[in-house]
């Protein structure tokens, strides 16, 4: 039985925990085959127009990531990661039984927009293991975490690819596939230690502290009650100073932190190449599709699924080499925004 109070252990089983949820909440194999299941002329499609696909849901998602990034950003710390890790749980499975069971244009956006609130909260995915680990360990945890979920990419693209190309899935039990899949996610989103709490519920627990014991005699006058009652009002002041002084810290940390330019340029660099690599990443889908069409093949012959899992591979890879290099990233860092 491994000791989580051991701080080896712990910081290695929360490691394992954190890569097997990203795993699982990216082995979603129906997202490469998304476009043909919304505009493709068959029984399990959903048969939407291209033009409405195109210009009427996808953009919702890089919207809607752009709007509930800013105010996951804040709120991340405040509500300390583990609560943010399970709207990123809600919104992937809400995103799945909205495209199981809506039928309109507008379902689909409502789509489009809880997973673009999920993805934003993948912030807390990622920033997660770094208040549970020492720093020592911040370039080895980054890279397994990140390794991990471009595995369950890579794994989502080469096993959607197989049951598509061999006709053992149509495109609607993908679905339910990627939604089995995200449920397992939420499983280890569950038993991940909730170690991080906020400020005022744990000097609640230093401030409000009742004495419970069994009475010795039933016989109680009213200077109990009054000494209970001047007892409960000091620790129920105390504790409102108390959350008082955290809403302040958090506004503190806030502006302090993104007062420093480095920070500053970072956040607003990923917010911006994420909202532009959704719209690439949907549009692409678009250009499979067309391809297909102008062949005069069908969906089984679109190879979308291998090629993103290739690429994944490729990045995971990179991800993982991290680890093993010594790179002063105060200095590379501007060139490799820039790049």
Known sequence: IINMNNGRWSWICTT??????GFFKEFTPDEDFLTAYLDNETEYSKHFSNDQVNSDIYPVWAYSYLVAVAFVAVFTDFLRYKPVVAIECAGQIATRILLIYGTSVLSMQLMQVSYGISTAAEIAYYSYIYVLVSNVHFKKVTSYIEASRLFGDAAAGFVGQALVSTEAFNLLQLQYFSLASVCVASTFAVIL??????????????????????????KLDNSSFSAGDERADESTQKLGSTCALAARRRWWDFKRFYSDPSLLK???WWALATCGYLQIDNYAQSLWSQIAEDAGTGTKYQYNGVVEAVATLCASAGALSLSFLRVNWPVWGEVTIAS
């Open 193 to 218: 230690p909730n170690r991080c709490r906020p400020i005022c519920r744990d000097e609640q627990a230093r401030f409000v502290n009742f004495d419970i014991t069994t009475p010795t005699t039933t």
């Open 266 to 268: 970072w956040s607003v």
């Open 16 to 21: 394992a925990i954190l890569c097997s949820y």
